[in-house]
């Protein structure tokens, strides 16, 4: 990854097509005050190179403090890159356009080393052996009993569904507050109830631990925990089995967690995120087109004022249209869906600064 200039963009312009480029995938996101990009262009390559015909490069350009973007997914092949003083700006189609302060750019592409710029580094990049690297020593993994599995797997589960919150179509699903609050301690805890000598105080105070983590989640994270711990009943055995069996609520045993569509979006919200995915085939492997946006809605008036800003996504697949400028991510804005909750058939907001349309659509939130 380098930092896009002009030396550079005219570097791709040598290796690459940028005539007959076309854009692959565009995300913009608002973080703070600061509007950043993620752009992938698939473009022909220039030189020769013993790959799959047909076969193309994906440059990615990751551009901070954007200041200017209009792109419509009908106007996306042809790229220009220009480096001016203190700006960056990529053309995308007759009138699309990307301005940013900053951007690095990194062609993936299995032949670079094969391009004009590949070659250059490898005129300049000393050769010479390797440092050698050790193998790190294996430390003898103890079996765990069953109570600290219980605790381990619990917990394992939680860290993974919080991680879930880095892939955008996932963020407004994962529970993260109620998580957070739950497990809040966990470290300390689980040391302090590893230091028992005698495996029936160790084992008790797991269990403890487990149910205190239950207790914390309440009503809001009793489905998470049923199913979880459904799951987990089938890891242990014997007394740990009937205790697991026994923290899930009966009215939950028969219940398994569910993400789908809501009813509808929020009457007021902020737009946080856009993504574009052309359809297109990499490396042999077919991606089905998807427009994605995330949206931060805030409080509802007539709840506590303590009650926190949530996020509520909607994602189509294999969009017939996808347009955005900045002015989208400029303040409130008011969510105009057409189609019913379960087919959706296009998504725009206020001032037209966001319009996207398709056949399919999953809108998720919490």
């Known amino acids: 990854m380098v930092t896009l200039t002009t030396e550079v963009a005219a570097g791709i312009g040598v290796d ?7 854009v692959r995938s565009l995300v913009l996101e608002r973080i703070g005050t600061r509007l950043t990009g993620i752009l992938a262009v698939a473009a022909r390559r220039r030189y020769t190179a013993e790959r799959p015909a047909g076969e193309v490069a994906e440059l990615w350009l990751w ?3 954007v200041t200017d973007t209009h792109f419509d997914s009908r106007d996306s092949s042809a790229i220009t890159i220009d480096c001016g003083t203190n700006q960056v700006a990529i053309g995308m189609g007759k009138r699309g356009i990307l301005r940013a302060v900053r951007a690095t750019v990194h062609p993936d ?3 670079w080393h094969l391009s004009a710029a590949g ?8 050769t010479g052996p390797r440092p050698s690297r050790r193998t790190p020593r294996q430390r003898r993994q103890e079996p765990l009993d069953d109570s600290s599995l219980a605790a381990a797997t619990i917990l394992h589960q939680a860290m993974l569904e919080i991680r ?5 179509h996932h963020a407004g699903q994962t529970p993260v507050r109620p998580l957070c609050l739950a497990f809040a301690g966990a470290g300390e805890s689980i040391l302090a109830a590893s230091t028992h000598r005698r495996a029936s105080r160790r084992e008790e105070a797991f269990r403890r631990l487990v149910e205190d983590w239950v207790r914390k989640g309440g009503p809001g994270l009793a489905l998470w925990f049923a199913g979880h711990l459904r799951d987990l009943a089938g890891e242990v055995h014997g007394t740990t089995r009937e205790w697991v069996n026994s923290l899930i609520p009966p009215t939950e045993r028969g219940s398994e967690p569910v993400r789908g569509p809501v009813a509808d979006l929020p009457a007021e919200a902020e737009l946080r995120l856009a993504k574009y995915v052309a359809a297109h085939t990499r490396y042999e492997h077919p991606h089905v087109g998807s427009a994605l946006v995330q949206l931060a809605v805030p409080p509802r008036p007539q709840v506590e004022r303590d009650e926190f800003w949530n996020l509520c996504g909607l994602e189509l697949k ?4 996808f347009q955005v400028s900045d002015t989208a991510f ?3 804005t008011d969510p105009r869906l057409t189609g019913v909750p379960e087919a959706i058939r296009s998504l725009s907001l206020s001032g037209g600064g966001l319009t996207m349309s398709a056949d399919e659509a999953e809108t998720q939130g919490r």
Not at 16 to 22: C, G, I, Q, S
Not at 318 to 321: F, N, Q
């Open 119 to 126: 070659r250059a580094l490898d005129a300049r990049t000393p």
């Open 330 to 332: 400029h303040g409130a």
């Open 16 to 22: 690459y097509d940028l005539a007959t480029a076309e």
């Open 109 to 111: 592409d299995l032949a």
């Open 63 to 65: 551009l901070d403090e």
């Open 318 to 321: 294999s969009p017939h249209l």
């Open 164 to 168: 879930m919150v880095r892939y955008a």
